[in-house]
């Protein structure tokens, strides 16, 4: 194994030590883990990467992977439409709502807060509050499924490629594989969610709701004329479709990715983008710790950290205490995968988060039972302690009643979790710094997001009022 290692670094780094006689020899590695050289850890780290193929420029191959260039008048258009409350059925909420670029587009809260709500965005958004956390929009361009329990999927595992047709629960089930990009498939479905956008008045199914959503659009007349400028048929006198609209809000998420991180520039070559302790954080995340086991770079993974599967971690179950959304068993628990399938072997299961930009997220989890990232951590190294010890304090009011029942989840976590781990405090440490910095783009960091917000918006309702720089938990390491 050293030896093929050794070959690989050779290959791919020789020139890193070039005229360095050393450069055939494996950097000492000394035996105790915290006192490793850092020579050693970036010739393991390096090796163990390029052997992951993980070659740090998976935002360069946007457009090739794309086909063409960024659609420029298309993306502002989307840029409007995800910003305009005049897409939800009750008009009060917009895509911004629960993806905001204050918590670089992800929820500003544990669980979403869709329609009724305070026209914030942010820890003082008030409301009912749905059952998961939104994920972010950055880099979801990227993935080949979608939400908590990869219930919207590209079949081809490609979501550029829509040949093996995108799979969407029913009744939309196939018939979305006409988009190009899955997440033009995505755009589809919040406007429908009657919790998150379509609110509980308006009479008719999806069709429905999705006609009348354009109807409203179409009626703007700067609309029309961005709709024009964004679809050539629409210029030569087609008419303006959901699927235009949608198609415009995938654009506009093309443009948020933010994927050149301090590891992709260290794969890349400059060995000084990462610390000390998140090259050792690296080497334990890829090596001992295990965590590389689901939180996959290779092939469909397109490098986000994430197989893409959905697995027991037992996270303690978080429960509304004004709700609009339906639990389930005794009311008070997610079954996740399961209210997908059906299937009781799936329940408590949820996907394996992809960990970019992780650190800008204000909470963790489906169901951000956790609001500091060293928490959702350590939950993987000890996770009876955790879920046993876990206290809801820290969490908006809404969400402090009793915790759902544990026992059931902690029977089915899974294999690579149900063992406590035995790090020491330094490699935790070294872990979750190698997680919240070497993976974070600081062009994702919320203040590079806010030119984004539109002064105002073509519908002339409210932008929402975007909360930025509120105090958020302390968290110690
Ligand atoms: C009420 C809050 C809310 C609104 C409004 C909303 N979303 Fe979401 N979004 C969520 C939640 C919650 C999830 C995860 C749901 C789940 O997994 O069950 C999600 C998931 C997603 C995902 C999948 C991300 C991933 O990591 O898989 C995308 C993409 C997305 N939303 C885009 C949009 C777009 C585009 C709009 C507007 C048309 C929108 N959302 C409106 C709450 C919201
Ligand atoms: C068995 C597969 C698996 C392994 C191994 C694993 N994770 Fe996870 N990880 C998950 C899943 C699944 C989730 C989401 C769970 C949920 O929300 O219910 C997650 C969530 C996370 C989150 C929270 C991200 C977010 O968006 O809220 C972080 C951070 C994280 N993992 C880091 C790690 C680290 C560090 C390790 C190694 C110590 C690790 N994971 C090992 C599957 C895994």
């Known amino acids: 194994m050293i030896e093929i290692r050794t070959a690989v670094f050779i290959a791919g780094f020789g020139v890193l030590l070039t005229g360095c006689d050393d450069a055939l020899l494996r950097p000492d590695a000394s035996t105790e883990p915290e006192t490793l050289s850092e020579a050693y850890i970036d010739w393991w780290l390096q090796a163990d990467l390029k052997e992951r193929e993980f070659d740090g420029r998976i935002e360069e191959r946007l457009l090739e992977r794309l086909g063409r260039p960024i659609h420029q008048a298309r993306a502002e ?53 749905n059952q998961r956390r ?19 999927e590209a079949l081809s595992l490609d979501p550029f490629d829509n040949s093996g047709g995108f799979a969407f629960p029913d009744p939309e089930g196939l018939s979305l594989s006409g988009m190009d990009h899955l997440l033009g498939a995505q755009a589809f479905t919040p406007v429908v969610a009657r919790v998150e956008m379509a609110g509980f008045e308006f009479v008719g199914d999806h069709d429905a709701m999705r006609a009348e959503v354009l ?57 000084s983008a990462l610390s000390y302790d998140e090259k050792a954080g690296g080497r334990l995340f890829f090596d001992e710790a295990m965590c590389a086991e689901c939180h996959i770079v290779r092939g469909y993974a397109n490098q986000m950290f994430s197989d893409f599967e959905a697995h027991v971690l037992a996270v ?14 005794a009311g008070d628990e997610d079954y996740g995968l399961e209210q997908h399938t059906g299937r009781s072997s799936d329940r408590y299961k949820f996907r394996t988060s992809p960990l970019r930009n992780v650190a800008y997220q204000p909470t963790f989890m489906h169901n951000g039972a956790y609001v500091c990232l060293s928490e959702a951590v350590r939950h993987h190294l000890n996770v009876y302690k955790m879920v046993e010890g876990y206290s809801q304090e820290a969490l908006d009011v809404g969400l402090q009643g009793s915790p759902g029942p544990y026992a059931a989840m902690l029977d089915r976590a899974t294999g690579l979790i149900a063992q406590p781990q035995i790090l020491s405090e330094l490699e935790i440490s070294q872990i ?39 105090a958020r938990a302390e968290c110690s390491i």
């Open 316 to 329: 303690p179950q978080v429960v509304p205490a004004f709700g609009n959304k339906p639990f389930d068993g």
């Open 77 to 129: 258009l989307g840029r409007l439409l995800f910003f305009d409350p005049i897409i939800s059925l009750t008009g009060d909420n917009s895509c911004s709502g629960c993806h905001g670029p204050n918590s670089a587009f992800n929820d500003g809260n544990s669980i979403a807060i869709g329609v009724q709500n305070n026209g914030v965005v942010g820890l003082g958004r008030r409301g009912p509050h």
């Open 432 to 470: 979750i710094a190698f997680v919240a910095k070497s993976l974070a783009d600081p062009d994702a960091h919320p203040d590079q997001l806010r030119s984004l917000i539109p002064l105002s918006v073509p519908s002339g309702l409210p932008v929402h009022e975007f909360e930025y720089g509120e």
């Open 134 to 152: 939104a994920p972010t929009v950055v880099n979801a361009v990227f993935y080949p499924s979608l939400m908590w329990d990869s219930r919207f």
């Open 215 to 271: 109807r409203r659009v179409v009626d703007v007349v700067q609309y029309r004329s961005r709709f024009a400028d964004a679809f050539e048929v629409i210029e030569a006198g087609g008419e303006i479709r959901y699927e235009h609209l949608a198609a415009a809000i995938a654009e506009f998420e093309f443009t948020l990715v933010r994927a050149d991180a301090p590891l992709d520039r260290y794969v890349r070559g400059d060995l």
